[in-house]
């Protein structure tokens, strides 16, 4: 079975999500943002999700997880939850 690791930044609205992409890009840290910016749990982590298999996110995260390429930043992704940035750091079949 498909395993991933990733990990994310959650915000409330796609401007914010657009606006922390473009500091990545520029170089800014993707984990230092999570850990100002996320308002996932997972943000004092610096966004780190762990490891998980398809179906146990929701569709459109595991669309991009499990289809995206390795350590490039995804996003925004719109979910129930808010709007994500992905980055896949690791995945196996």
């Known amino acids: 079975?498909?395993?991933?690791?990733?990990?994310?930044?959650?915000?409330?609205t796609e401007e914010q999500?657009?606006?922390?992409?473009?500091?990545i890009e520029d170089g800014a840290d993707f984990a230092e943002l999570a850990k100002e910016h996320s308002s996932?749990?997972?943000g004092?982590?610096?966004?780190?999700?762990?490891e998980f298999g398809p179906g146990q996110m929701v569709?459109?995260?595991d669309e991009v997880v499990f289809s995206a390429d390795l350590n490039t930043v995804q996003g925004?992704?719109?979910t129930q939850f808010g709007y994500h940035l992905l980055?896949?750091?690791e995945r196996s079949e």
């Not at 999500?17 to 500091?23: E, P, Y």
């Open 17 to 23: 999500c657009a606006d922390l992409k473009k500091q």
């Open 87 to 89: 980055e896949v750091t």
């Open 1 to 12: 079975m498909s395993k991933a690791s990733a990990r994310h930044i959650l915000v409330s």
């Open 76 to 78: 925004p992704v719109q």
């Open 44 to 50: 004092q982590q610096g966004g780190d999700l762990g």
């Open 40 to 42: 996932c749990p997972s």
């Open 59 to 61: 569709k459109e995260f």
